[in-house]
Every structure is written in C-alpha cells, then in structure tokens.
C-alpha cells in the first residue's frame, strides 16, 4: 500500500456532533478522523506531510486543537509508544495544521502563502468534515454539508498534482429506503419521494430569505435557531429525506457529483460508526453513537427499556461498523482509484453480509452489567434486570407515561402543596424525558430500518486487496469476520464505559 514517492494528504476535518442536540453543536474531530490520522501516520511511511484542516481562528488555535483533539488522544498510544521520545518531533514532521473553515471559499485558509503551498503539494484530498446533529439549523447544515463539499471540490480542482478527491458521505443518504439499496451516486436534482426536482440554489435562498426575515423581527437567538432547526427537518421530509443531516450530505454528494469535471472520486457511505475491532488496539471509541445512549442509561440504572424490531436488521446507526474497518476501506480505495477518472461509490457497513439484530442488545447487556456493574457516585454497584425490548414507538409512548410521565405529574402535586421545594427536581425529571422523547423522534427511522445496504463494490474491493498481494491483516474490512454478540460484549461496551465515561 506503499506509493512510490512521498505523498501529501489535505485532510478536511471537523465534524459537528450529536453531544448537544438541544444547541448550536460542536465542531470537533470524530471518532474516524482520529482513527484515520493514527492509521496513516503508523502504517504509510511515504506521506510526507498530512495538512489537516482544523476550524480554528489563526495557527496558535489549530496547533492547540491538534494537540488537545488529535495527539493526546489514548489511540495514538501504539505509536506513542513506538516513537518513545522523538514522538513529537515525529507529529510535528508528518502533520500541519491548518486554520481554516470548509463553510468559506478556498476553505477559509487565509495565509495566502500556506494556500499557495498546499495547492502545489496535495495528490489527494480527504474531506470529512460535517454536521451530523439530525436537527441542525439548515442554513448551518447547507454551509458545512453542502455548500462545504463545493468548496473542496473547488480547492481540489486548484491542485495540479491532484490524483484524487475521497469523500465521506453516509449510507443513509438513501431516506428511509427499503429492501435492497444499491451503491449508485445520485444525480444533480433527484429527490426520494418524486417531488419537483430539486433545487440547490433554491434551498441556499430559502434560507437565507427565512433567516433575514427573522433578523428583521429582531429574534431571540434562541428563536432564531428553532425556526432554523424546523425549516431544515421541513424541507427535508418535503423532499422525501427523514432528517436534515442526510438531506443535506445528500445534497453535498449531489454537487460532486455534477461538478467534478474529470477529477477521480471516490465517496465512501459508512453507517454509524463505533469502536474499533481491532486496531490500533480493540475497543477505542470517542463520542456517543445512537444505541450507545440506551445502553449508559440502561448501566447507569436509569433505563430499563431498548427500543426496536428484535427483527429489523439494524446496521451502523445502532454502532454496527467498527471504526478501523471503515479508515481500512478509504486507504483502499485511495490506493485502488487515484488518477482514475470516474465516479466511485462504495457503501461500507455489515446488513448484507453479517446483519446484527437489535433484540440481541437487552441480553448483552445484562450480562455485562451483571458482571461488570456500575459503581454510582456514592460507590455502591449498581444492579441491572433484564430489559425490556419495545418494539413499536407507540409502546415506547406507553412505556415512558406509565413509568415517567405519571409519576412526573406526581410531582406537580407535591410541589403545589410543598411551594415549589421540589421545582429543580421536576425541571430536570422533565428536561431528561423530553430528551429521551426528541432521542426517539429523531432517530425512528433507524431504529425500524427495513433496508440493507448492498456491498457489491466494497467486495469487489476487498477481492483485489486478497488478489494483489496487499496485507489483508493490515487492510481488513470485512464485517463477516465479527461476531457481534463477542464484540458487544468485549470490545464495545468496555471501550464506552473506559473511554467515553471514564
């Protein structure tokens, strides 16, 4: 996997997360990001430098982001490790940091010097940047996810050297699709549910008309951002997408698609992505992905209940495709497709080969929290029972008002009788069910998913890994390989609780 000279790699980050679905988000490297650095530093000797993009205000910000959000992290600790003292020397040699913002034109980098040198250097350009709160604010949504990977292209077509451009999309781009979903891009217009066709420019102008509409009515920022968050799940389900993240990412897809000219490239739809198998060592996750919540709050006591089709085949949205599995696949394909003009898509999770089923859940994590209970803050274990598995948001919906929601309005009594004494335990009782309700809402579609998502190309990829004698051990990414049961309980579900709650 080795090319014959040295390599220069842009790689576009920062990925604005789920962790405050109720705020604005935060701009943050994600858990594939890191994975992605750490790999490429550890096993490709001939990147001679790695540009790594980071939202910041000037230099002094992103090398403090680098540090704090990158080299610090426990993942990097196998390498750490390899290079003992000259680690640094090495990270600094190998990675530049670059303050830039990929809602701007030429990414936002505004040393005209750096830009120069960028563009003279790149062969491939990387970009993962995105929002992926379900909810976003749209105008914020269009800049990053859409309008952002106009601007990589528009970056990438300035680099003469250029032998690629990698784009990390996600495999539900597809809506709320069932049966089988191929891995085809989509073309310039199209929508999901045979609406009028579908006008980029269009959407960019009713949000920028709703948004000074709102300005000229001197709108909280508060309300400013509802009427924004409301506008985007509108306009997606107006045109047949469940949510504003994968409306607008479809979109972003869209636009490469159309304007890439001759330049090669490659997107990659992962779903959900969750702890690594197996590399730099197994278990390593950063972030809360979807069933992840359910399974902390069901640990921590707090929870009794798992929601879903015992038997929907539930892919990455439910932490289904580790994350050193999907890092393995963009390498691949970087190698396999540079200097190749075309189009490449290649959906990367498990539902076709090696489905995982969500009824296994409430099994597995009885077991682990049996045998690896809790500790609570007065450092007491926490003892779990079995869970109960809902299998309809209706039985969700009855669930929640027997067990919370009554006893909620419980408290409303009391606190009338006793003049509000318990007003800050009802206030939080309340902002924790809503939480749990708007968790649900949004990520229905998901939880009852009746799709699966064909891996044809991604075989054909890993055939030609085993055929040209590339190091499949290195460059595994083949889901049949895991047992997921195994992995729940050993990998995943250990690496949550020592590296996200710690």
Not at 55 to 79: C, G, M, P, Y
Not at 137 to 147: E, F, K, W
Not at 452 to 480: C, H, Q, W
Request: glycine share 6%; hydrophobic share 40%.
């Amino acid at each position: 996997m080795k090319s014959e000279r040295d390599t220069f790699v842009l790689y576009v980050s920062g990925v604005m997360t789920m962790s405050r679905l109720s705020g604005a988000g935060t701009l943050e490297l994600s858990l594939s990001e890191i994975i992605f650095v750490e790999k490429v530093l550890r096993i490709q000797p001939n990147v001679k430098r790695l540009f790594l993009l980071l939202r910041a205000a000037d230099s002094n910000s992103a090398t403090q982001r680098l540090r704090n959000e990158v080299i610090e992290k426990e993942v990097f600790r196998v390498l750490r490790e390899r290079h003992g003292f000259s680690f640094d020397s090495f990270i600094w040699d190998k990675v530049t940091p670059v303050p830039g913002d990929i809602a701007c034109e030429n990414l936002g980098v505004k040393d005209s010097y750096l830009r120069e040198e960028i563009c003279r250097e790149i062969d491939i350009v990387v970009n993962i940047a995105a929002t992926t709160n379900f909810d976003e604010r749209y105008d914020v949504a269009l800049g990053i996810n859409t309008l952002g990977a106009k601007h990589v292209l528009d970056f990438a077509k300035k680099c003469p050297k250029l032998q690629m451009l990698l784009h990390v999309s996600t495999a539900y781009v597809s809506g709320e699709k069932e049966g089988l979903i191929i891995e085809k891009p989509f073309y310039m217009g199209e929508t999901l549910n045979g609406t009028p066709v579908l006008d980029m420019e269009v959407e960019l102008k009713l949000a920028e008309e709703r948004l000074n509409e709102l300005r000229s009515e001197e709108a909280t920022e508060e309300a400013e951002g509802v009427a924004m968050k409301e506008m985007g799940i509108q306009r997606a389900r107006l045109n047949g997408w469940p949510n504003t993240y994968v409306f607008t990412k479809a979109m972003g897809e869209m636009v490469l698609g159309h304007l890439r000219n001759n330049i090669p490239l490659v997107i990659i739809r992962p779903t959900i992505i969750t702890s690594t198998y197996r590399e730099p060592f197994p278990g390593w996750v950063e972030g809360v992905r979807t069933v992840d919540s359910f399974i902390v709050a069901y640990g921590k006591g707090k929870s009794t209940c798992f929601l879903g089709d015992p038997e929907s085949i539930i892919d990455a949205k439910i932490t289904q495709i580790p994350g050193d599995m999907v890092v393995n696949s963009m390498i691949v394909a970087m190698v396999a497709h540079a200097n190749q003009p075309g189009e490449f898509i290649y959906q990367v999770g498990s539902s076709a080969r090696n489905p995982m089923k969500i009824g296994m859940l409430p099994g597995v994590g009885y077991r682990y929290f049996s045998q690896n209970p809790w500790i609570s803050k007065d450092g007491k274990p926490i003892k779990v029972r079995k869970a109960t598995l809902l299998n309809t948001v209706a039985s969700f919906r009855r669930f929640m008002a027997i067990h919370y929601i009554l006893p909620l309005k419980g408290l409303i009594v009391v606190n009338m009788v006793f003049c509000q004494y318990f007003r800050n335990v009802y206030n939080d009782h309340n902002r924790k069910i809503q939480y749990a309700m708007r968790l649900v809402e949004l990520y229905n579609p998901y939880l009852f998913f009746n799709g699966v998502f064909d891996d044809l190309n991604s075989e054909k990829l890993r055939i030609a890994v085993r055929e040209n004698g590339v190091e499949t051990d290195m460059f595994y990414f083949d889901p049949t390989c895991i047992d997921w049961d195994d992995y729940f309980m050993n990998i995943h579900i250990p690496g949550l609780v020592r590296y996200v709650f710690k």
